[in-house]
């Protein structure tokens, strides 16, 4: 798969700009070369604002020197990668003193998340609208996120078990693979070779590693960061094992928790919470862990689509666990897109029962989720899916098992099962 980011339409645009209109600062955050900056000058083209690339030496000279100076231009003023001179929010922070909270004033850029930042986390706070850039969706890379459609999670919430549709899935096994493999960072997409994409992932693995962590803390024992993204991304899909990779490699569980939190800082991992521990004694509260991107995790894993593809057991398993942080990522991804999600968790029981993906909106309402990587949704992928209906309620509006078979169809009552890929085919499916 290839393609050029420059082409492809970012689904956030048109949110980010209606937000510019409510918010006076708007903060960018994502992994780095996820396309923020291509964001930015396409803001910039569309509300005439001027960017302050701090990427840029001879740019960063001068707002290291003078911060005033660049932040008092005619708004909007689009600050890229604010954290290489990050007393510019303090004069954000004055600017604002100054002309009140008039929306639209300034858009920043971050490849870490901004509360990981100590010299600036209270510059801003309450005047300051957060918002992500992930990978691209596979919906936006098939251009299904602009015709008028959300996506299927902002359809389930409206229409519930309604979004099943007769027609099947043509998307195969191999083409899942492929997809996972090859994730959704714009600069590996159009690589025209494996290796080539390889190569780009290592080095964006070691820039990360090397620049964007070292910037938010001096590491204790920094040679063992890469062991222990390596041993945390063998977790991907499942629950956060901490003592596992201290044991493994010889660390404090401490200094690992640690590491976890710098890695999803800097947008790597993805801690996912234990949601409903108030619903029954028997919840646990153990997150789950989740690889940013599955691309990256699959090189991380040295999974090529070669060994995907095979039937090992071992292979089974990998793919099982890539197959769920896939599908997590593409709803996360959407949500980014919308207004009104009050949380996103995972369920899970000390009897074993698991729901992978649990989306709460403001209002209550619930949308569940199963992934399995298998050709069909068998009866056990609803059991948990099930009970946690029954524990719910009303307020539980379905449950999807999603599988890579090729037909969607009613299980029971608020019950579905759907193709992956109806995760951006869904606008077709409904027609």
């Known amino acids: 798969m290839s393609t050029e980011n420059s082409l492809v339409q970012r689904r956030i645009l048109d949110v980010i700009l209606t ?77 604002l003193n100054r002309t009140g909270s008039v929306p639209g004033q300034f858009v920043l850029t971050g490849s870490s998340t901004y509360d990981t930042l100590p010299r600036t986390a209270e510059a801003l706070t309450g005047r300051m609208h957060r918002m992500q850039v992930l990978p691209l969706a596979q919906s936006e890379l098939r251009r299904t996120s602009d015709r008028g459609r959300v996506g299927l999670l902002a359809d389930l919430f409206a229409v519930g078990a309604d979004v099943v549709s007769a027609t099947p899935s043509t998307t195969t096994r ?8 090859a994730g959704g960072f714009p600069d590996a997409l159009v690589r025209s070779s494996a290796a080539s994409r390889g190569r780009w992932f290592d080095d964006y693995i070691h820039a990360t590693l090397a620049k964007d962590v070292a910037d938010l803390k001096k590491l204790r024992q920094a040679q063992a960061l890469p062991a222990v993204l390596q041993s945390l991304a063998g977790q991907t899909g499942q629950v956060l094992n901490v003592s596992r990779v201290a044991q493994e490699l010889r660390l404090t569980s401490e200094l690992v928790v640690n590491y976890t939190h710098l890695l999803e800082a800097v947008y790597l991992l993805r801690v996912l919470p234990a ?8 919840s646990s509260g153990r997150p789950k862990l989740h690889v940013v991107d599955t691309g ?10 070669e060994k995907l ?27 980014a897109w919308m207004d009104g999600i009050a949380g996103v968790g995972h369920w ?32 056990g992928a609803f059991t948990a899916l099930a009970k946690l209906r029954d524990k719910v309620g009303p307020a539980f509006r379905v449950g999807v098992a999603f599988h890579l078979g090729t037909r969607a169809h009613h299980y029971s009552d608020r019950l579905i099962a759907l193709p992956v890929d109806r995760l951006w085919t869904s606008a077709e499916a409904a027609h």
Do not use: C, N
């Open 348 to 379: 899970r029981t000390y009897d074993d029962d698991e729901v992978d993906l649990v989306i709460e909106r403001d209002d209550g309402a619930i949308v569940a989720m199963k992934i399995k990587a298998s050709t069909h949704a068998a009866k």
């Open 19 to 95: 937000r510019m209109g409510e918010e006076p600062v708007i903060l960018l955050e994502g992994p780095r070369t996820v396309g923020k900056s291509t964001l930015m000058r396409q803001i910039a083209d569309q509300t005439g604002g001027t960017i302050v690339d701090l990427d840029d030496l001879p740019t960063r000279s001068v707002a290291l020197a003078d911060p005033t100076l660049v932040v008092d231009q005619r708004p909007p003023v689009l600050i890229d990668e604010y954290k290489h001179a990050p007393d510019v929010l303090s004069a954000v922070k004055a600017r």
């Open 174 to 181: 191999q083409q899942y693979v492929e997809l996972m493999v």
């Open 309 to 335: 593809a095979s039937a090992d057991p071992t292979s089974l398993t990998e793919f099982g666990h890539l197959a769920e942080t896939f599908v997590v990522g593409e709803i996360l991804k959407e949500i």
């Open 275 to 282: 949601w409903g521990k108030t619903l029954s004694i028997r």
């Open 296 to 305: 990256v995790a699959a090189r991380l894993l040295r999974l090529s689509v």
